[in-house]
T-cell receptor
Framework: DAGVIQSPRHEVTEMGQEVTLRCKPI?????LFWYRQTMMRGLELLIY????????DSGMPEDRFSAKMPNASFSTLKIQPSEPRDSAVYFC??????????????????FGPGTRLTVL | GQQVMQIPQYQHVQEGEDFTTYCNSS?????IQWYKQRPGGHPVFLIQ?????EVKKQKRLTFQFGEAKKNSSLHITATQTTDVGTYFC??????????FGTGTRLQVTL
């Protein structure tokens, strides 16, 4: 398996433009996560899906951000309109989901290489 | 929401010296996962701790979960330049959701 695939790897855009980030999770994984990483705020969870359904979007900064997962092998994170403060590295991660029957034991998350977004 | 703090934020060591990063929470942690992120790279899973007082080893790395499940530590014995990176702890929450710590950046020089 190629692992989690993200595109593009780098994106430079101007303020006000729409940005779409793409992710292909590992086949068979039930969970998909979108994170944002900045020096100031560290690694933040934006939204995650279980079986293509958004479960928790409380980390999405504002209405300019939206995420979709139309099928098990594809997800997008869209920013419209983009602003300079959105500049960050955006990671997608996938996970097989819960493991263990008697002791809650959560599976590891597999991260993609990230998209470095620069909004001028 | 829950905050998971790590100390130190940054540490610079000479190759061969030991290194420890601490992960602390004001509330009880569920399970702890540790990740390593190389410069310019993405987080990579190292290990998961589940039980109170649990200790796990991976070669020169020793991971520990506190008895009260409010803290965890990662200790590297005899650091090497390949250990350079940022180490994150992460608390597992509801349904696979992770809350990442603030991270400790390790620099190792010859």
């Amino acid at each position: 398996d190629a692992g989690v695939i993200q595109s593009p790897r780098h994106e430079v855009t101007e303020m006000g433009q729409e940005v779409t980030l793409r992710c292909k999770p590992i086949s068979g994984h039930d969970y998909l996560f979108w994170y944002r990483q900045t020096m100031m705020r560290g690694l933040e969870l934006l939204i995650y899906f279980n079986n293509n359904v958004p479960i928790d979007d409380s980390g999405m900064p504002e209405d300019r951000f939206s995420a979709k997962m139309p099928n098990a092998s594809f997800s997008t994170l869209k920013i419209q309109p983009s602003e300079p403060r959105d500049s960050a590295v955006y990671f997608c991660a996938s996970s097989p989901g819960l493991a263990g029957e008697f002791v809650p034991s959560y599976n590891e998350q597999f991260f993609g290489p990230g998209t470095r977004l620069t909004v001028l | 929401g829950q905050q998971v703090m790590q100390i130190p934020q940054y540490q610079h060591v000479q190759e061969g010296e030991d290194f420890t990063t601490y992960c602390n929470s004001s509330t009880t942690l569920s399970n702890i996962q540790w990740y390593k992120q190389r410069p310019g790279g993405h987080p990579v899973f190292l290990i998961q701790l589940v039980k109170s007082g649990e200790v796990k080893k991976q070669k020169r790395l020793t991971f520990q979960f506190g008895e009260a499940k409010k803290n965890s530590s990662l200790h590297i014995t005899a650091t090497q330049t390949t250990d350079v990176g940022t180490y994150f702890c992460a608390n597992t929450g509801t349904a696979s959701k992770l809350t990442f710590g603030t991270g400790t950046r390790l620099q190792v020089t010859l």
